[in-house]
């Protein structure tokens, strides 16, 4: 920590000296919300894919699972291959962000990234949220804001509750495959404070053959005081779940008819998790500029149970438990203002994980019978960023950031018996500049930019991996793994409304990555997947014909593939999505009638490196229609998967045996083959809110 604690002083007195000379300067720059995909509100945004969604843009989405929220950010895709209490996967930019390894979020001012996590590098179970609180969602694509650090190479989202809610509500949903849903959530004045909460529980079985038993307990309490700009706030949130889960199984066990289309190979896999949190926010705003502090600790637990490979290891199967619990705790503090021309933002940011109990063991229907590896560890991140944006000339404006990140962590192993040499202490660190050029061309209308933006950004990996010496499952020497994943970025971006009413956003983004390491919660290793590059195109639009008729539309392209063949089976990158596109219609005209369709198209992605093995492509609709009966009564429905179609929420490729090749002797070290989890079929839910 010797570098942070040399820069934090000086960082202190810039603030200080800066607040000083601002005092009289003129106000900074405004900061203007750039709603959805709508360019004509570009105000002071630094690339074509920076967006904000707001809560009335969320209620006419249907959705199937809470983090297709995410969705909202064009050319992002929100899948699941287990059980829905699980962390849903996510894809974006030619990414298989896995389960949030690339992709960085925050709610309130709370990281919802989990590093050095059992299951995978940058977890990111967003199955807490409730969408009817989210106030918005603030978007970023690519390495170029200087506040996103640890995985936002594609991007990230910032997501805020709201303070008040127009009235007390309780929302009751019923639906097929046993789903059942309570809201319950008011909001009023205590001694001079807004006072909201919330309760919710939560149940569904699915369409497996295998009951999901899925049970969510989920609770948010917040007292504050004037607005997120200039006031605070107080949040308390309690989140469980316990599930059973439908792992991806081969598809040729299904094509076999040893199980059915919604069958599993084990009876016993899925799990708990835990999160409970306090934190605290505070914002201020006056002539000389604005300020922000926020502060945070998280209680997070999971225990998870999986046998993705069937059964290769014999006939009592090869399922494990990957077993998490940690306290989170962190914060952050920025200070904008005016320095003469130049608008700067200055911030530290804190996060420190101290993890009792990391651990991947041998199980059968969830008894534990041996320890792969166990660990105990402590990770200290720290982040350094100051930003200038300055307006040269009516039709030029930049934006120069510079961030420093620096990663502490001790690792002392608890349990395994080739896992006892892998402890140890690390450390590394990475500088990365950030530059956004804006113009706006001469002639054009006011409301068209241009963006010029390049940068460094980068994900940390698991430290387990940077102190391991041997492979703790069968002690095999493993080599020790540098602890930032560096990346480049670069785009071109266009904002215009070339008619009244319509908003469109082209960019041309290009990445490459140093290094594609991934933990591998499976086996308890980190792999190395060698350097990568990709480049896409994006394409968004957004038509407003009337106040109560909004039509979205994207289009994302992208190309993905190793620098260099890996183990000579091809540079593909294996489940990097080229082609998505998406279609919304919403129509909320403020009467008695509500409603949304989307329509979402999946290309067809490389399955392994060679590309010799391709996904099946797809289009899904879902439709959401509600009817105001009166003014504090609405009636609604959600139809999910509108066509009923028959395709996979996700494909790998991989080795896996079923119970009957283990009997019949044709297993060996398992056969690779195709390993699917399908959509799930058309499905209805019907809620019914009542206001107060």
């Not at 289309?261 to 708990?272: F, I, K, N, P, V």
């Not at 059968?364 to 590896?373: F, K, P």
């Not at 200290?380 to 620096?406: H, I, K, N």
Request: with cysteine; net charge neutral.
């Amino acid at each position: 920590m010797r570098h942070i604690i040399i820069r934090t002083p000086l960082l202190a007195a810039l603030l200080a000296a800066s607040q000083q000379a601002g005092a009289a300067a003129a106000p900074p720059l405004p900061e203007v919300t750039v709603i959805g995909n709508r360019p004509g509100l570009i105000g002071v945004a630094d690339a074509a894919g920076d967006a904000t969604v707001t809560a009335r843009q969320l209620a006419t989405r249907p959705l199937l699972r809470t983090a297709e929220l995410l969705e909202t950010l064009p050319g992002m895709i929100v899948t699941q291959h287990s059980g829905d209490g699980k962390a849903n996967q996510y894809f974006l930019r030619g990414f298989n962000l896995d389960h949030g390894s690339d992709f960085a979020t925050s709610v309130m001012g709370m990281p919802a990234n989990v590093a050095s996590h059992a299951h995978g590098q940058g977890y990111m179970d967003l199955n807490f949220l409730m969408p009817e609180l989210i106030a918005g969602i603030q978007f970023h694509k690519g390495v170029y804001a200087a506040e996103d650090g640890d995985f936002s190479n594609t991007g990230s989202s910032r997501i805020e509750y709201q303070r008040q809610l127009k009235a007390p509500f309780v929302d009751v949903t019923l639906g097929a495959h046993r789903h059942r849903r309570v809201l319950a959530a008011g909001s009023g004045e205590w001694r001079g404070f807004d006072l909201m909460g919330a309760v919710e529980a939560a149940g569904n079985d699915g369409p497996w053959d295998l009951p999901a038993r899925l049970r969510k307990r989920n609770g948010v309490a917040r007292l504050s005081k004037g607005s997120a700009d200039d006031g605070f706030s107080v949040t308390a949130m309690a989140y469980e779940s316990d599930w059973r889960a439908t792992e991806h199984v081969p598809q040729r066990a299904i094509a076999g008819g040893e199980i059915g289309r919604y069958g599993a190979l084990s009876g016993s896999d899925g799990g708990q998790t835990h999160r409970y949190s306090l934190s605290g926010e505070w914002a201020g705003a006056n002539a000389a500029g604005a300020s922000r502090v926020n502060a945070y600790v998280i209680d997070y637990g999971l225990n998870y149970f999986a046998a993705p490979s069937g059964f290769i290891s014999g006939p009592r199967g090869d399922q494990h438990e990957q077993a998490d619990r940690r306290l989170i705790w962190g914060g952050a503090a920025r200070q904008s203002l005016r320095l003469g021309e130049v608008d700067v933002t200055a911030g530290v940011q804190l996060r420190q994980d101290r993890v009792r109990q990391v651990g991947l063991y041998e199980t059968v229907d969830r008894v534990r019978s041996g320890t792969v590896r166990q660990d105990r560890l402590t990770e200290t991140a720290v982040g350094l960023y100051v930003e200038a944006r300055r307006q040269w000339t009516p039709w030029l404006r930049s934006t120069l950031g510079l961030r420093r990140d620096q990663i502490r962590a001790s690792v002392t192993p608890t349990g395994g018996a080739f896992n006892m040499d892998n402890g140890g202490k690390v450390g590394a660190g990475q500088t990365s500049p950030k530059l956004a050029l804006v113009l706006r061309p001469s002639g054009a209308r006011g409301d068209t930019e241009l963006y010029l933006n390049w940068g460094y950004g980068f994900h940390s990996n698991d430290v387990r991996g940077a102190t391991s010496a041997t492979h703790p499952a069968d002690g095999s020497p493993a080599d020790k793994l540098a602890l930032f994943a560096k990346s480049t970025g670069a785009e071109i971006g266009l904002r215009s409304k070339p008619l009244p009413g319509w908003n469109t956003s082209l960019s041309l983004w290009r990445m490459s990555a140093a290094s594609e390491l991934v933990f591998v919660g499976d086996e308890g290793v980190t792999e190395a997947r060698g350097a990568s590059r990709r480049h896409g195109v994006e394409w968004s639009n957004y038509f407003a014909p009337s106040s109560a008729v909004n039509i979205d539309a994207d289009l994302a392209w992208s190309h993905a593939r190793f620098r260099e063949p890996v183990d000579g089976g091809g540079a593909h990158v294996p489940n990097a999505i080229p082609l998505t596109a998406s279609l919304g219609l919403s129509y909320e005209p403020g009467g008695a009638w509500f409603g949304g369709l989307r329509l979402r198209y999946l290309g067809a992605y490389a399955l392994e490196e060679s590309n010799t093995h391709k996904s099946v492509p797809f289009w899904l609709a879902n439709l959401k229609l509600g009817y105001r009966i009166t003014p504090t009564l609405q009636l609604g429905v959600d139809v999910l998967n509108l066509f009923d179609r028959k395709a996979n929420d996700i494909e790998y490729w991989g080795g896996a045996c079923t119970r009957g090749e283990q009997a019949d002797g044709s297993c060996g070290g398992g056969i690779a083959g195709r390993l699917v989890h399908p959509l799930e079929p058309r499905t209805m839910r019907l809620s019914l809110r009542a206001s107060f």
